[in-house]
């Protein structure tokens, strides 16, 4: 069964960083490519950042690219997702799942809020 569970969100200000993570479970996570989302409120969740298996490469959307990196350790199945000078427009529910440019899986977590307020 896969499991996705993300943490690390929380109130920040703008111009501050945050760390997400990503646990996995259930699946081979080193076969497969990972990828960041996010869902603010009213909208579509949308991709924001992809890695390929074993970290080769990384794509950002281009609302984040410059200010966010996406990493992934595979020894311990997790997905992280660093986040630098964030804006209030950053402010979303943010989720992993599987694939690069795309969500692959079905299954969603719970997701993480992150706020950009003062």
């Known amino acids: 069964q896969v499991q996705l569970v993300e943490s690390g969100g929380g109130l920040v200000q703008p111009g501050g960083s945050l760390r997400l993570s990503c646990a996995a479970s259930?699946?081979?996570?080193?076969?497969?490519?990972m990828s960041w989302h996010r869902q603010a409120r009213g909208e579509e969740r949308e991709w924001i950042a992809g890695?390929?298996?074993?970290?080769?490469?990384?794509k950002y959307a281009d609302a984040v690219k410059g200010r966010f990196s996406i990493t992934r350790d595979d020894a311990q199945n997790m997905v992280y997702l660093q986040m630098n000078n964030l804006k209030p427009d950053d402010t979303a529910v943010y989720y992993c799942?599987?694939?690069?440019?795309?969500?692959?899986?079905?299954?969603w977590g719970q997701g993480t809020q992150v706020v950009v307020s003062t």
């Open positions: 799942n599987t694939g690069y440019s795309q969500a692959l899986g079905r299954a």
């Open positions: 259930g699946f081979t996570f080193s076969v497969f490519a």
């Open positions: 890695i390929s298996t074993s970290g080769t490469n990384t």
